[in-house]
């Protein structure tokens, strides 16, 4: 059962405790919070229980100690569950911690996706937050995740009011990144990186670094017209995209010019440089873990929008197909995939 605290303030309940959470979750440890893990990976959880949570990278290498639970040993309610899943986990997750969630209680869902939208089908959406983080880490094996660079983290109201407990959480977070930002405007950062996620999606269908995709020169139209495709839709969508970490959402708007996507993948290109973590998460899942990818919980919302909205998508529709491809084991990574999402971006513009 998870430890009492005099101040209940200080007991969070970390939901997924692999690269995101593990991350945060140790940082936080490390900040005097009471923390207890929760993960479906049985392995995960007796490793931390037995040695601890072990982070490594270039902010430096420690061990934090903390209890950990799979959700069916897990009993208690806490007033903070930060998610941290896999986007697909998403609905089966909240469902799970909806017993643990005490009466008043917030959820925040810190993960890649529109998630707070399905997080409300599961509970009040007035105990659900969003938030935003584009830092680099990677879950290494059962009890170690990797942390390899630094990225802007946000939180905030799904409506946009800046409330007192947003402002809590945004104190807590900066346990973590001291440079967290308390928006009002976080659906904007989800869309924005549902675009810078497309990007990744399209480096990942190779076997290039991040920085080494992002640079070269004849897939910069590719990654153009994938970035205006979810600009496209987030308008229609009634969004105004927010920036970050070199990814600027004006520079893909369908009025802007190529020199300004140029300019602002340049800009991702040098901030995917600094970091250690030199591929995404996505091309591990791809390459290294073999496993199902969060592509239909991204860019599924896109598509499932853009037909909304009338907006088409044919590009981003490839990549997922692409994607889901190599997933199945009937294509292989390499730049060849790109080649023919190049080709296809041609013929629909011809």
């Not at 005097?32 to 993960?39: N, P, W």
């Not at 930002?181 to 190779?206: D, E, I, M, P, Q």
């Not at 520079?251 to 600094?274: G, I």
């Amino acid at each position: 059962m998870g430890r009492v605290n005099e101040d209940d303030s200080q007991r969070i309940l970390i939901w997924g405790a692999g690269a995101i959470g593990g991350t945060i979750g140790a940082y936080l440890l490390q900040g005097g919070f009471d923390v207890t893990f929760v993960d479906v990976a049985a392995d995960h959880i007796q490793a931390i229980n037995g040695r601890g949570l072990s982070i490594n990278g270039p902010f430096g290498d420690f061990t934090v100690q903390a209890p950990a639970f799979t959700p069916d040993t897990l009993e208690g309610q806490w007033n903070t569950i930060l998610l941290c899943t896999k986007a697909q986990h998403t609905a089966q997750a909240a469902k799970a911690l909806a017993p643990h969630l005490h009466a008043g209680g917030v959820v925040v869902s810190i993960q890649n996706g529109l998630n707070p939208l399905i997080i409300n089908e599961h509970l009040p959406p007035e105990q659900v937050l969003g938030s935003f983080v584009n830092f680099g880490a990677d879950y290494l094996e059962p009890g170690v995740v990797h942390y390899g660079g630094r990225g802007v983290v946000v939180i905030g109201e799904q409506g946009g009011e800046i409330t007192e407990r947003a402002k809590r959480l945004h104190a807590v977070l900066q346990h973590f990144e001291p440079a967290a930002v308390l928006s009002s405007n976080v659906f904007g950062y989800l869309w924005s990186k549902l675009a810078y996620g497309a990007l990744l999606f399209a480096t990942a269908v190779t076997n290039d670094s991040i920085a080494d995709a992002l640079g070269q020169p004849e897939d910069r139209p590719l990654y153009t017209e994938l970035g205006r495709e979810v600009m496209r839709v987030a308008l229609a969508h009634g969004i105004t995209p927010e920036a970050f970490n070199g990814f600027d959402p004006a520079a893909f708007l369908p009025s802007a010019s190529d020199a300004a996507a140029a300019a602002s993948l340049d800009e991702m290109v040098a901030f995917n440089r600094r970091s250690a973590k030199t591929h995404s998460g996505i091309w591990r899942d791809l390459a290294v873990r073999k496993r199902r990818t969060e592509v239909d919980a991204q860019l599924g919302w896109v598509v499932h929008f853009g037909i909304q909205h009338g907006v088409p998508t044919p590009l981003t529709a490839h990549l997922v197909t692409l994607i889901h491809e190599i997933e199945d084991g009937t294509r292989e990574l390499g730049r060849s995939n790109l080649a023919e999402l190049r080709t296809s971006m041609l013929q629909e513009q011809a």
